[in-house]
């Protein structure tokens, strides 16, 4: 995948509307895994031919812990960032007819899959990218953040891909990014987490609406870690129990 190259950039001030609107054409399987993955090709009248990851629903491993319908988290995840005012992940919508079902549709980013968190680590040129990365897998409690989640673009931008196992009421936050234990939020992104707080807590918010595929608990638990995080701004130190997901690329 690393030679593929995208025409429609997470930038195109249309590109929601293209992933909603756009045709599908060839679907490529993705292997490896955990859940049915695709790369698509789309066809748009306007914008032409782009690239997605299609996720359909009924290609999903049933888990123990989080519910069917992982397609909606990554939507979530997406439109969190978006509250937050922070784009570290890919356009993503929800695609109702997709062609092996509904599913979510994440604008492919191109990407060399050596280039990994546990490269990119390496010397500080990413180091603010990754400590945000870090605070917002905190604060969306996500369950996988697997070194081979974290891309970087052809512009120098990092990226946080497959967020299906995120905002599970109980504590699941399994990341490889514990680098930056210890590190001193800036008060510029509190205020944003403040922000996105307010927003989630208010249930007339749009937020209410773009979360509405999490439960009631989930919300709350959402809300409860940002006021945490706001009480002690400092990204936590690793925890006791299982706190890297596994395999850890």
Known sequence: MATLSNAWRPDDLWVEDALREATFGELRFIPYSSNDVYLARLSHPEHGEGLAV???????????????GLDRREVAAYDFAR?????????????PDGPRGAGSLQLFIEHDP???????????AHDEALVR?????????????????VLLDPEGRLWGIDNGLCFHEDQKLRTVIWDYAGTRIPEKWCESIACARDAVASEASEAAALLAPLSDPERRALVARCEALLADPVLPEMYPWRCVPWPMV
């Not at 299609?54 to 069917?68: T, V």
């Not at 050596?114 to 500080?124: C, I, K, M, T």
């Not at 990365?133 to 989640?149: C, E, I, S, T």
């Open 83 to 95: 509250l937050l005012g922070w784009p570290i992940v890919p356009p993503t919508v929800l695609r």
């Open 133 to 149: 990365m870090a605070v917002f897998d905190l604060l969306a409690n996500n369950a996988d953040r697997k070194g081979g989640h």
């Open 114 to 124: 050596s280039q990994h968190y546990f490269e990119l680590r390496e010397g500080d």
């Open 54 to 68: 299609y996720k359909p629903r009924d290609g999903e491993n049933p888990l123990w812990d989080f519910p069917g």
